[in-house]
């Protein structure tokens, strides 16, 4: 790349130009995920529009693939790349809540952490995700699910407009009058057609204190707990969030001693209706003999960052999800052998209720294909050793392919990783595909942003779905 006129590009940015072998290269290319190893021929460390707009046309002009980090969190390692230019939107985390308009804008580097401290401030939250590290971006591209999910709606429901720089190195703000077609394909495309500077969110009124926390059984009693959960949530109010999860019990005094450290299945719940009733919650907290009971009235904030220590920076990450259509016995069963055999005490295995608010948005509404009732299940394999590698990636191939075989084989893209490409198809099907690949055809027609789960431009994927056919034929004769 030593031929490429770097001087010139970093003379133009207000951010910095870090190249392989310079001073910052080697942090710069690290991602959430330790498991990634890659090395871009040129990151860009974006303080504005205006150095993402000139690194992409820089990038046009030199035919460099483009990556797009926001937070940096995709477990399938799309925040980098190799070779490519790295455009890096980590510096921009500017936001600006509109209390009477009740909407925010965040800039295109942000985190959910940098949303929820601007939009408590006026007793407002839009629906993220629960770490609050994980970037905004890569969140709302692909979906974005949360405790805010079953009252209102995925973050990328509640998007309200988009400013997004193109392959050409244009500006276009995309929202329901604008770019119409563009602002379908960004609520659940992921980063397929540009990159995404700032964010406009509706908010609604949440907090600032919510009833929150965990109550956990010991993982032998997870088939009761699963069935007592699915029967539970049908009736219960929009304004609760009940996600059970399997997991190791962290060493805490609320915890009796001889279960520390031991595999136990929870169920992390949040309850945001204003009158805090702690009847709602009294059921779930009454039921069996839990070891664990920690449920008060928290900040918001705090809720929001409750899981960070489970899900710190650094450790080596593989992942897998699968909706089913039903909690039944076979897959309650399934469930309860692998939590119980989860192979590192950073492994999790959650089960989040995808119903209410969620599925009441029509299938086309948005690029975000799945609305059906279900139960989305994320197996999240993680471990700090990378002697452990083999080991634990088996044990989450292995859970992802039972629950296949049982599950409606849709997943949710921001859980799965590369390995799993031939999810994309089913996940868009036939007909959203089409869509997807002539909103990319427009805004991205040489597939310079292809470090995601990537949709080609409508004529390479009409291309390749006639020489797709030309094999088949060939086969046939
Ligand atoms: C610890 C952890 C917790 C998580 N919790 C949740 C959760 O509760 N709910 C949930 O729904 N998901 C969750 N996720 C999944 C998360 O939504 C995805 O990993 C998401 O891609 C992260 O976005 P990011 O911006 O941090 O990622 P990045 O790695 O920066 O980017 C991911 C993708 O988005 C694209 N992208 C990023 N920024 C931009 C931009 N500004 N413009 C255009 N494209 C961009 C990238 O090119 C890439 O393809 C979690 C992930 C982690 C690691």
């Given at each position: 790349?030593?031929?490429?006129?770097?001087?010139?590009?970093?003379?133009?940015?207000?951010?910095?130009?870090?190249?392989?072998?310079?001073?910052?290269?080697?942090?710069?290319?690290?991602?959430?995920?330790?498991?990634?190893?890659?090395?871009?021929?040129?990151?860009?460390?974006?303080?504005?529009?205006?150095?993402?707009?000139?690194?992409?046309?820089?990038?046009?002009?030199?035919?460099?693939?483009?990556?797009?980090?926001?937070?940096?969190?995709?477990?399938?390692?799309?925040?980098?790349?190799?070779?490519?230019?790295?455009?890096?939107?980590?510096?921009?985390?500017?936001?600006?809540?509109?209390?009477?308009?009740?909407?925010?804008?965040?800039?295109?580097?942000?985190?959910?952490?940098?949303?929820?401290?601007?939009?408590?401030?006026?007793?407002?939250?839009?629906?993220?995700?629960?770490?609050?590290?994980?970037?905004?971006?890569?969140?709302?591209?692909?979906?974005?699910?949360?405790?805010?999910?079953?009252?209102?709606?995925?973050?990328?429901?509640?998007?309200?407009?988009?400013?997004?720089?193109?392959?050409?190195?244009?500006?276009?703000?995309?929202?329901?009058?604008?770019?119409?077609?563009?602002?379908?394909?960004?609520?659940?495309?992921?980063?397929?057609?540009?990159?995404?500077?700032?964010?406009?969110?509706?908010?609604?009124?949440?907090?600032?204190?919510?009833?929150?926390?965990?109550?956990?059984?010991?993982?032998?009693?997870?088939?009761?707990?699963?069935?007592?959960?699915?029967?539970y949530i049908v009736d219960a109010p929009e304004e609760l969030?009940?996600?059970?999860?399997?997991?190791?019990?962290?060493?805490?005094?609320?915890?009796?001693?001889?279960?520390?450290?031991?595999?136990?299945?929870?169920?992390?719940?949040?309850?945001?209706?204003?009158?805090?009733?702690?009847?709602?919650?009294?059921?779930?907290?009454?039921?069996?003999?839990?070891?664990?009971?920690?449920?008060?009235?928290?900040?918001?904030v705090a809720v929001q960052q409750m899981l960070d220590p489970?899900?710190?920076?650094?450790?080596?990450?593989?992942?897998?999800?699968?909706?089913?259509?039903?909690?039944?016995?076979?897959?309650?069963?399934?469930?309860?052998?692998?939590?119980?055999?989860?192979?590192?005490?950073?492994?999790?295995?959650?089960?989040?209720?995808?119903?209410?608010?969620?599925?009441?948005?029509?299938?086309?509404?948005?690029?975000?294909?799945?609305?059906?009732?279900?139960?989305?299940?994320?197996?999240?394999?993680?471990?700090?050793?990378?002697?452990?590698?083999?080991?634990?990636?088996?044990?989450?191939?292995?859970?992802?392919?039972?629950?296949?075989?049982?599950?409606?084989?849709?997943?949710?893209?921001?859980?799965?990783?590369?390995?799993?490409?031939?999810?994309?198809?089913?996940?868009?099907?036939?007909?959203?595909?089409?869509?997807?690949?002539?909103?990319?055809?427009?805004?991205?027609?040489?597939?310079?942003?292809?470090?995601?789960?990537?949709?080609?431009?409508?004529?390479?994927?009409?291309?390749?779905?006639?020489?797709?056919?030309?094999?088949?034929?060939?086969?046939?004769?």
């Open positions: 790349m030593s031929e490429l006129p770097t001087d010139q590009l970093a003379a133009q940015l207000r951010g910095e130009l870090l190249v392989p072998d310079g001073p910052g290269y080697e942090d710069a290319r690290r991602v959430y995920n330790a498991a990634i190893n890659r090395r871009p021929a040129l990151i860009v460390r974006c303080r504005g529009v205006a150095d993402v707009v000139r690194s992409v046309r820089f990038a046009a002009e030199h035919s460099l693939p483009v990556a797009v980090r926001g937070g940096g969190h995709s477990v399938a390692g799309h925040g980098t790349c190799d070779g490519g230019l790295l455009v890096d939107l980590s510096g921009m985390r500017d936001v600006r809540v509109d209390p009477e308009a009740r909407t925010v804008r965040v800039a295109g580097g942000a985190t959910l952490g940098d949303l929820d401290a601007g939009t408590q401030l006026f007793g407002l939250a839009t629906p993220t995700g629960q770490v609050s590290m994980t970037g905004i971006a890569g969140l709302t591209l692909n979906g974005g699910m949360g405790m805010l999910q079953r009252r209102y709606g995925l973050t990328c429901d509640n998007l309200l407009s988009a400013d997004v720089v193109t392959a050409d190195g244009s500006i276009v703000t995309a929202g329901a009058d604008s770019h119409p077609e563009l602002f379908w394909a960004l609520r659940g495309g992921g980063g397929n057609f540009g990159v995404v500077t700032s964010f406009e969110f509706r908010c609604h009124p949440v907090g600032p204190t919510v009833l929150a926390g965990m109550v956990a059984w010991p993982v032998d009693k997870a088939p009761e707990v699963l069935a007592f959960l699915r029967d969030s009940a996600d059970a999860l399997f997991m190791f019990a962290p060493p805490l005094d609320v915890i009796p001693q001889e279960y520390q450290g031991t595999r136990l299945i929870g169920i992390f719940l949040r309850y945001v209706g204003a009158d805090l009733d702690p009847e709602v919650v009294r059921p779930i907290r009454e039921f069996g003999t839990p070891v664990l009971d920690f449920v008060y009235p928290m900040p918001y489970l899900n710190p920076n650094g450790n080596l990450h593989y992942w897998t999800g699968e909706y089913l259509a039903e909690l039944g016995d076979k897959q309650i069963e399934l469930l309860s052998m692998f939590g119980a055999s989860l192979p590192d005490p950073h492994s999790i295995i959650e089960v989040i209720p995808f119903n209410a608010a969620v599925t009441r948005v029509a299938p086309d509404a948005t690029a975000f294909s799945h609305r059906q009732d279900s139960w989305l299940i994320h197996i999240l394999g993680q471990w700090p050793d990378p002697a452990d590698s083999h080991r634990c990636r088996t044990w989450v191939k292995r859970a992802g392919a039972d629950l296949r075989a049982i599950g409606s084989g849709d997943t949710y893209l921001n859980l799965v990783t590369d390995e799993e490409v031939d999810r994309v198809d089913t996940v868009w099907n036939k007909t959203r595909m089409r869509r997807l690949a002539k909103v990319k055809a427009q805004y991205d027609p040489g597939n310079m942003f292809r470090f995601n789960h990537n949709i080609k431009p409508a004529d390479d994927a009409d291309k390749d779905a006639a020489a797709d056919a030309d094999t088949r034929r060939e086969r046939r004769r």
